[in-house]
């Protein structure tokens, strides 16, 4: 009997711990870092790592091929130090296409890793947010997500 309650206990502890998969089909992301930021030692242009995570219920986050819409938008913001606030610049998109066809009608969750590439219009810029957002395959746009200012010291 005791035997049976303790494995009992453990397995509640685990599966405690298991993350349910979701069933929202509208797309939710999460920002994680902001990396690798430099110039190019090849031509001299900012280049970064945009790193966040994904939630999908229906694994239509991706596009088939590089042909179709783009789905991820990205803007980024400046901030003007005679001004001290920031303001918009043009925004960015690209066509992130599925890593596997697999993953087509099923919860998925991850992480990507967006390159950036002269992501400001001068090295005077020392400040920046940005602001990125995805849409998945039925138009469902998810979350808005900023991240944290980020100061370049290059």
Do not use: H, W
């Not at 590089?66 to 066509?95: C, E, H, Q, R």
């Not at 890593?99 to 009608?105: A, D, I, L, R, V």
């Not at 602001?131 to 808005?144: G, H, I, P, Q, T």
């Amino acid at each position: 009997m005791r035997n049976l309650l303790i494995l009992f206990l453990v397995s509640l502890i685990c599966f405690a711990c298991v993350k349910a998969k979701t069933e929202n089909v509208v797309p939710v992301l999460a920002y994680i870092d902001f990396e690798k930021a430099g110039k190019s030692p090849y031509s001299n242009q900012d280049t970064a790592v945009l790193k966040f995570s994904f939630e999908d219920g229906d694994g239509d986050l991706f596009r088939d091929q590089k042909t179709d819409p783009s789905n991820i938008v990205v803007i980024p913001f400046y901030f003007y130090p005679d001004s001290n606030k920031f303001s918009k610049g043009l925004a960015f998109s690209y066509v992130l296409v599925t890593p596997n066809e697999y993953y087509k009608n099923k919860s998925i969750t991850g992480e990507i890793e967006l390159p950036l590439s002269q992501f400001r219009p001068g090295d005077a810029i020392k400040k920046i947010q940005f602001e990125f957002f995805m849409v998945d395959m039925k138009d469902n746009k998810s979350n808005v997500v900023t991240t944290p200012t980020i100061v370049l010291n290059f």
